[in-house]
C-alpha cells in the first residue's frame, strides 16, 4: 500500500524579539511562538483528517449508488452519513482535547516557572495562515507491504 502525502512547507517560526538583557520578554516571545506552532499543527492535524472522512464518505456514497434496490441503498448512504457525522463529532473532541492538555501544560508550566502569559491557542488564525502555504511537491513513503507485493 502506497501512502502518498503532501509535504507542507511551513513558515519558519520568527526568532524571539527579547534580548538576553529582557528574558521575561524573550521566553514570553517564545511562547508566543509555542502556541502558533501548536495551533498550525492542530489545524493541519484538522485538515488532514477532515478531508480523509470526507474521501471515506464519497467513497461510500458511489459505492452505494451501486446498489439496485432502492431500500438497501438507502439504508446504505444513511449508514454512511451516521459513520461521517460519528467520525467528525470524534475528531472535533479529539481536537478539544488535545488544546486543553496544551493548555493545561502551559498552565503547569506557569506555576513551576514563574507568571507567563496565559496560552492563546487560536485555531482559526492558523488555518488562514495554513490556506497560504505553498504545496511545492509530493512525496510517496513505501510500506514494508509494498516492498513484500512487489517481489512477489
Known sequence: MRITTKMVVLAAMSFAWGTPFYPQAQAASELQNHDSAFSLLIAAFAEVQTSLIENDYQARQQAAASIQD??????VM???????????????????????????????????????????????????????????????????????????
Open 78 to 152: 444513511n449508514l454512511a452519513r451516521q459513520e461521517r457525522e460519528l467520525r467528525l463529532r470524534k475528531l472535533n473532541r479529539q481536537l478539544a482535547e488535545l488544546s486543553a492538555a496544551y493548555v493545561h501544560s502551559r498552565q503547569s508550566d506557569a506555576q513551576k516557572n514563574g507568571d507567563h502569559p496565559p496560552a492563546k491557542v487560536d485555531i482559526q488564525d492558523a488555518q488562514k495562515k495554513l490556506n497560504r502555504f505553498v504545496i511545492i511537491g509530493t512525496a510517496t513513503i513505501q510500506t514494508n507491504q509494498d516492498t513484500e507485493e512487489e517481489r512477489r
Open 70 to 75: 432502492y431500500q438497501a441503498r438507502q439504508h
